[in-house]
């Protein structure tokens, strides 16, 4: 018998083996649509969810963290959506947080000026998250000023959520920037409008700030004596954000999210650690987007993997990015004696290939790079616009510098 | 989801949902739990995307696309690196099929040493018998990369079930 026959006849025994053993699995169909479509419901308000978070990331504390569950537990699939509001409980500090403390230290934090309209909700009046908001006058005008607090899972989908910034053509605003401080938190500084569709032109300016340890502190101010229905009172909100900066990062604000029950609920507890969970493909692809040179365009983008097919009018191009953790232990396999290590013992190595064996001429660039804490960011380009497709271009879209700059921005350390 | 709609995708997943599961059952080498998980992720994932899916053409082949992917993705925020299961799953044994039991716990157990994405590709292979090109359109990757992968797959399941399907009959 050829050696060839053979493996006929393994490939054939094997196929039928798989579809009598794959045949004998049975599962309650009917509860398993049940759930299956459950989890679309609950990805598609997420989804609603992120897009509304740019504007309106108040309103989001209390629902986020429930609906994120992303492979917490296969004993039980389907939690109910729990909210802080249903489950209070831990043990709280020994004594709550009173609101008059809160309104006392955001009072003390703003630069002089007259408060009115004081409002605050401690740790012991609810057990919803704690908040302060105040209409606070400079002299040139009335403007409300808010801070709320909360515990939030650091990493996971509703933290980049928060301190991600939005789509504009989603949420329109004039600026917003995200950046990560040197002790590891994440801080988002946005100015836009209390309605995205501006039909009243009342400006919302905020500040996000997720800690390392998953407190998150929320302040927002507006150009009128409070959210809605009032008048705008001055053409823009009393703080600078440079004074958002500095009211969201007093410590004070995080010792106070201490005082917050935990609630063992929340998928903090059983889900898997956050460096474990991988960024999804939307959150990497719009970060990669902004990094990508002048004058190209994206002609496709991938939904289930992080890719992009480019053109500079000179054909297409294919661009694949991964962006792992934990990638350490294989740092000797992906970095030779032909890799650099940069001053912060970041390793990057350039590679050259000829992309797929069986395509004539083509050519696939790819820069890998690898952080001192195992984060890993590589990025290939082809000069096709697929992995597999005849070449379409001598070289790829992105010289080999672009893709060596695009992989060590910084703008990658939100995924960190 | 308008009505019509969601009746259609109502029909579609009850329709899908079985077939989607053994898939799942095989790529999870009889994790039966994580194979329910999958199929209810992939199941969301397309709820979300009914109206393109079903405009598209062979929603069960995106379907099946999907819960490889969402296999894959698993995996890969499972461990950093691509390797295989040590562990088999033994409950496996616990839902009775009426295969030859031995055969059927060696058969999950040989999946289960395979490399996630070379496992990917048996089943997309021999359990969904799609082609080389199918295969890698599935899994994102390039034809001469699938034939390799399978190639290395089948070495390896030759070595450990060569003598149990040796007595299997191919009719």
Not at chain 1, 2 to 23: K, P, T
Not at chain 2, 19 to 36: F, I, P, V, W
Request: aromatic share 6%.
């Amino acid at each position: 018998m050829s050696v060839e026959h053979d493996e006929d006849r393994f490939e054939g025994r094997l196929s039928d083996a798989l579809h009598d053993i794959g045949s004998g699995f049975d599962a309650d169909r009917a509860a398993l649509v049940a759930a299956g479509r459950a989890r679309g419901r609950r990805l598609r308000l997420r989804r609603r969810a992120a897009v509304a978070g740019g504007a309106a990331g108040i309103a989001l504390v209390g629902v986020g963290g429930a609906l994120i569950v992303p492979w917490g537990g296969a004993a039980d699939p389907l939690p109910s959506s729990s909210s802080v509001a249903e489950q209070p409980s831990g043990t709280p500090s020994a004594m709550p947080l009173t609101s008059r403390e809160l309104i006392t230290t955001l009072e003390g934090l703003l630069p002089e000026g007259k408060f009115s309209d004081q409002e605050a909700r401690g740790t012991g009046d609810s057990p919803l998250p704690p908040y302060v908001r105040l209409v606070y006058d400079d002299g040139k005008g009335p403007g409300a000023v808010g801070v709320s607090l909360n515990r939030i899972e650091p990493g996971s989908d509703h933290a980049r959520e928060t301190t991600d910034c939005p789509d504009r053509t989603l949420v329109p605003h004039d600026s917003c920037v995200a950046t990560r401080l040197p002790d590891g938190s994440l801080l988002r500084l946005f100015q836009g409008y209390e309605y995205p569709d501006r039909r009243v032109d009342t400006k919302l300016w905020s500040a996000d700030l997720v800690t390392p340890a998953g407190q998150h502190v929320s302040v927002s101010e507006w150009n009128a004596a409070a959210e809605k229905d009032a008048p705008v009172s001055r053409s823009e909100p009393p703080l600078s954000t440079a004074q958002l900066k500095e009211l969201v990062t007093a410590q004070v604000w995080r010792k106070y999210v201490e005082f917050i029950p935990e609630d063992p609920k929340q998928p903090t507890a059983s889900a898997a650690p956050s460096h474990a969970v991988e960024p999804g493909v939307d959150s990497v692809l719009n970060t990669l987007v902004p990094l990508l040179p002048k004058g190209l365009d994206v002609v496709e983008k991938g939904e289930d993997y992080t890719y992009l097919v480019l053109d500079d009018g000179k054909g297409r191009s294919y661009v694949q990015i991964d962006v792992q953790h934990g990638m350490g232990d294989v740092a000797d396999e992906l970095f030779g004696a032909d890799s650099e290590t940069l001053p912060d013992g970041t390793k990057v190595v350039a590679r050259e290939s000829g992309g797929d064996k069986g395509v004539e001429g083509s050519v696939m660039w790819t820069v890998d790079t690898l952080r001192t804490d195992g984060f890993r960011v590589v990025i290939s380009a082809f000069n096709a616009g697929t992995q597999h497709d005849a070449p379409t271009r001598p070289t790829p879209a992105l010289t080999r510098e672009q893709l060596r700059e695009i992989a060590l921005s910084p703008k990658w350390d939100r995924f960190r | 989801m308008r009505q019509a709609r969601a009746d259609e995708y109502a029909e579609f997943a009850v329709a899908r949902a079985g077939h989607l599961y053994r898939s799942a059952c095989l790529l999870t080498a009889g994790d039966t739990h994580l194979a329910e998980d999958l199929v209810q992720e992939t199941l969301g994932r397309i709820y979300v995307r009914w109206g393109r899916v079903s405009r598209a053409g062979n929603p069960a082949g995106y379907a099946q696309t999907v819960l490889t992917r969402t296999f894959l993705a698993h995996q890969r925020r499972r461990s950093s690196t691509e390797r295989a299961t040590d562990a088999i799953p033994d409950r496996a044994a616990d839902d009775g099929g009426h295969s030859d039991l031995s055969l059927r716990l060696t058969l999950l157990q040989a999946l289960g040493r395979l490399p996630a994405k070379d496992r990917a590709v048996v089943v997309l292979r021999y359990w969904e018998d799609r082609s080389v090109e199918e295969t890698a359109d599935a899994l994102n990757a390039s034809s001469a990369a699938v034939r390799t992968r399978c190639t290395r797959a089948l070495g390896r399941l030759r070595e450990l079930l060569a003598e149990d399907l040796g007595e299997y009959a191919t009719p």
